[in-house]
């Protein structure tokens, strides 16, 4: 941050360039909302993509102990199976010295098995407190970072990376242009977005993400986000913008996650199509 300005002055600015840019080229502020999606796996698939830190000769992690005995619903966690997770875990594990922020809808901030990033914000009223606004957030917090081998819960698929908790509580467009320029400015190595909207929705700015989106970027973080709900041929934005990983969904047979599927929730299914990268 410039000398002399405060972490909340900061974002503030820039809220107010975003709201000020909007109301230039419309007329209006007006925060659209929009619901989320299931977050099918969205942070986990990708989550051994970014530093971990490597193994030594007797298991043991080079940044920091993580321990082998089994977590009591790592059973149940079909899907870290299904995408080998545990044989990764043999090259390299989640580090302390990666931050993953998570943008959507708060984390349980003293949350036993996870390990939280000491800042966290409230987008949508401009707070330092993360916390839970809806319950979408901690469980896609838990998928990417819950720890492993501490006897609770399950496993995170980068189990042990530290998890920076961004709320929105209005899924507004500025909310996450805000979230995004939050996370590169403190620190974070990788965002999660398990959310996203289509443009027929007519629901968001999307120039205004871009920006953050683009500002992110050029931090080098890693950009994270699901392709949708609606089993379409289209991702959702941001999901389809280049700049993301867009990460699908498949159910328990190996196939993409579709309606009408044998699946416990057979009602919905992941969007797919030239989007998509996992």
Not at 135 to 163: E, L
Not at 201 to 217: G, P, V
Not at 253 to 272: H, L, Q, T, V, Y
């Amino acid at each position: 941050l410039v000398a002399g300005i405060a972490r909340g002055d900061f974002l503030l600015g820039r809220r107010r360039q975003v709201l000020e840019r909007r109301l230039a080229e419309s007329g209006e502020a007006d925060d659209a909302a929009l619901g989320t999606d299931k977050a099918v796996g969205v942070l986990g698939v990708v989550g051994l993509q970014f530093p971990l830190a490597r193994r030594g000769p007797g298991g043991e992690s080079s940044r920091g102990q993580q321990s082998d005995r089994p977590d009591p619903l790592f059973a149940q966690q079909w899907g870290l199976q299904r995408i080998e997770v545990p044989r990764a875990w043999q090259i390299a594990r989640g580090s302390p010295d990666i931050t993953v922020a998570v943008i959507d809808q708060g984390v349980e901030l003293g949350h036993p098995d996870l390990l939280l990033h000491p800042q966290s914000w409230n987008a949508s009223n401009d707070t330092p407190d993360g916390s839970p606004v809806g319950n979408h957030g901690t469980p896609c917090a838990g998928i990417v970072g819950a720890r492993m081998g501490n006897t609770a819960g399950g496993a995170g698929v980068a189990a042990g990376v530290r998890i920076m908790a961004i709320a929105t509580s209005t899924w507004a467009d500025v909310d996450i242009a805000e979230g995004l320029y939050f996370a590169a400015d403190h620190g974070a190595r990788v965002v999660s977005m398990s959310f996203g909207v289509y443009a027929s929705w007519n629901a968001w700015d999307f120039d205004l993400i871009r920006d953050a989106l683009q500002y992110a970027h050029d931090q080098g973080l890693v950009l994270v986000a699901a392709s949708g709900n609606e089993d379409w041929n289209q991702s959702r934005f941001p999901g389809s913008d280049g700049r993301t990983l867009c990460v699908g969904g498949c159910n328990r047979m190996d196939e993409r996650k579709r309606n009408g599927d044998a699946s416990i929730e057979p009602w919905w299914g992941a969007s797919f199509g030239p989007d998509v990268d996992v």
